[in-house]
């Protein structure tokens, strides 16, 4: 199944949101019109779909390393720098 628009948009977002000049957080409002929590949701979904990866493969890759490393470091307790948290 292709992506939809808004999928391609998530993962452009992803891609090249230091370029807005604001935070990521304003620039998930400001180009997808939804809440933090909500892009991260979909962000999640999207790194384990083939499509994603086909569309934007770098970018798949280090969001599926982050999200290893993050993974990582709850399970074993460890913070390796600044804790996020995401509203669910």
Not at 5 to 23: A, F, K, P, Q, Y
Not at 41 to 47: K, N, Q, T, V
Request: hydrophobic share 35%.
């Amino acid at each position: 199944m292709a992506l939809s628009t808004r999928e391609r948009e998530v993962l452009d977002l992803e891609r090249d949101w230091w370029r807005s000049g604001s935070t990521k957080q304003v620039a998930i409002r400001e180009r997808l019109g939804c809440s933090p929590a909500a892009y991260y949701a979909a962000l999640r979904r999207l790194i384990a779909s083939e499509e994603a990866f086909r569309y934007d493969p770098l970018v798949v890759q280090r969001v599926r390393r982050r999200h290893a490393r993050e993974q990582r470091a709850r399970v074993s307790g460890e913070t390796s720098g600044p804790v996020r948290h995401h509203p669910r």
